[in-house]
């Protein structure tokens, strides 16, 4: 089945620069990646998806990149503000059938310092 | 339109006896997944259902757990003879349908968490 491995698990930035968290996937079949933010005690938020047609997908101050030769994702946060802390899941799934259950990384706990 | 519906938002059991959740999904979605969360770790899939259709239960202990999603009403994750490690958050998604057969977002509920005494 397919693994998601994420990078880093904990990461601290000052407010205003710039976040970047990695995710590897192990199946080469999977060809949709979404973003989760987690705040604490609350529900996973979908943030951004890409699908595997596309290399690299913007929402105002959030990115995503997607390399399918190397099977990495990652999402990039610029101009980050104290709201940005929470924390982020990537996930990975196929297509079609019984395939589009989600496989999610560990999860990477961002803290913006003010 | 209401968002994924997840009720109760905690539940607390003692050990044996049986715990219920419930999923109302999103208006219009006809795909219910229910995953896991243990303390500081990730989702973990445990069943994908369809209207009267389990689709994928391989994330599911195959004991003491069981799910559905009948025609009418809300999809229920029932867990039987409850034991301190069914301690979790279960959360339950929803997406649509659609005929490209396309993944499609899968929108969460605020989940339920459940505490074995």
């Known amino acids: 089945g397919e693994n998601v491995e994420q990078h880093p698990s904990t990461l601290s930035v000052q407010e205003g620069d710039s976040a970047v968290i990695k995710c590897t996937y192990s199946?080469?079949?999977?060809?949709?990646f979404p973003w989760y933010k987690q705040e604490l005690g609350k529900r996973p938020q979908l943030i951004i998806d890409?699908?595997?047609?596309?290399g690299e997908k913007k929402d105002q101050r959030i990115a995503v990149t997607l390399n399918k030769t190397a099977k990495h994702f990652s999402l990039h946060i610029t101009e980050t503000q104290p709201e940005d802390s929470a924390v982020y899941f990537c996930?990975?799934?196929?297509?079609?059938?019984?395939?589009?259950?989600?496989?999610f990384g560990k999860g990477t706990l961002l803290t913006v310092n003010p | 339109n209401a968002g994924v519906m997840q009720n109760p938002r905690h539940l607390v059991r003692r050990r044996g006896q049986e715990a219920r959740l419930r999923c109302s999904p999103m208006?219009?979605?006809?795909?219910v997944y229910w995953y896991r969360q243990l303390p500081e770790e990730g989702l973990k899939f445990m069943v994908y259902?369809?209207?009267?259709?389990?689709?994928?239960e391989s994330g599911m202990p195959k004991e003491r757990f069981s799910a559905e999603f009948p025609k009418e009403g809300p999809s229920i994750l029932r867990i039987q003879q409850v034991v301190r490690g069914d301690s979790a958050a279960y959360f339950c998604?929803?997406?649509?349908?659609?005929?490209?057969?396309?993944?499609?977002?899968?929108?969460f509920g605020d989940g339920t968490r459940l505490s074995i005494l």
């Open positions: 208006k219009g979605h006809s795909h």
């Open positions: 259902l369809q209207k009267e259709n389990i689709i994928d």
């Open positions: 199946d080469s079949a999977s060809n949709y």
């Open positions: 996930a990975a799934s196929r297509r079609g059938g019984s395939n589009y259950k989600l496989t």
């Open positions: 998604a929803s997406s649509p349908f659609l005929r490209t057969g396309n993944n499609q977002p899968q929108h």
């Open positions: 890409i699908r595997s047609n596309v």
